[in-house]
């Protein structure tokens, strides 16, 4: 069974820098590229970038492009997205998802909820 | 990037009804097309990939049509459990922009 399980909830101040993870079972970790998608409260869901385990090319959305830092350790099939300096307007709910060139996106992850708040 | 363009934004529906959602690409997509359900508190679903396939597991009441610039998603004999939003999103080209949703709601 494919799973995307993603870490959990994260509490922070503006200026801290934090990383989050999503951890890839069930497949070849490098088959599929995994993506991050951002839903701030009560709005859409924002494209943020593509990471692709097998040879690390990153695609960041114009939007992030950054602001953001997406990497992976194949060793442990964990994909990550990380910020060096939090914003309070990076507060939302993240997503990882699987995908795939021809079958776009197939599974997401919970999320994991970051709050940014002095 | 590609701007994706969800109408109508919101859509009253009866259990039983049979509805349809347009998604419209700023520039032709071929049949990059991709359709989502979100929950309120959940993480999105897949749908359908390349227009018009169903995901593994997702019954056949969804189905997707269109290619180019124009894309609909059809949800026959409407349940409970499909009052949701619904988000449509390309990945001809990155970036891989979402539309900005169509919430079905029951009448």
């Known amino acids: 069974e494919v799973q995307l399980v993603q870490s959990g909830a994260e509490v922070k101040k503006p200026g801290e820098s934090l990383k989050i993870s999503c951890k890839g079972s069930?497949?070849?970790?490098?088959?599929?590229?995994i993506g991050w998608v951002r839903q701030m409260p009560g709005k859409g869901l924002e494209w943020m970038g593509i990471f692709y385990p097998g040879d690390s090319d990153t695609r960041y959305s114009p939007s992030f492009q950054g602001r953001v830092t997406m990497s992976a350790d194949k060793s442990i099939s964990t994909a990550y997205l990380q910020w060096s300096s939090l914003k309070a307007s990076d507060s939302g709910m993240y997503y990882c998802?699987?995908?795939?060139?021809?079958?776009?996106?197939?599974?997401w992850g919970r999320g994991t909820l970051v709050t940014v708040s002095s | 990037d590609i701007q994706m363009t969800q109408s109508p934004s919101s859509l009253s529906a009866s259990v039983g009804d049979r509805v349809t959602l347009t998604c419209r690409a700023s520039?032709?997509?071929?049949?990059?097309l991709a359709w989502f359900q979100q929950k309120p508190g959940k993480a999105p679903k897949s749908l359908i990939y390349?227009?018009?396939s169903l995901q593994s597991g997702v019954p056949s009441k969804f189905s997707g049509s269109g290619s180019g610039t124009d894309f609909t998603l059809t949800i026959s004999s409407l349940q409970p459990e499909d009052f949701a939003t619904y988000y449509c999103?390309?990945?001809?080209?990155?970036?891989?922009?979402f539309g900005q949703g169509t919430k079905l709601e029951l009448k």
């Open positions: 998802v699987r995908g795939h060139r021809e079958l776009g996106v197939d599974y």
């Open positions: 390349a227009a018009s």
């Open positions: 069930g497949y070849t970790f490098t088959y599929y590229w």
């Open positions: 999103q390309q990945y001809y080209s990155h970036s891989y922009t």
């Open positions: 520039q032709g997509i071929t049949n990059y």
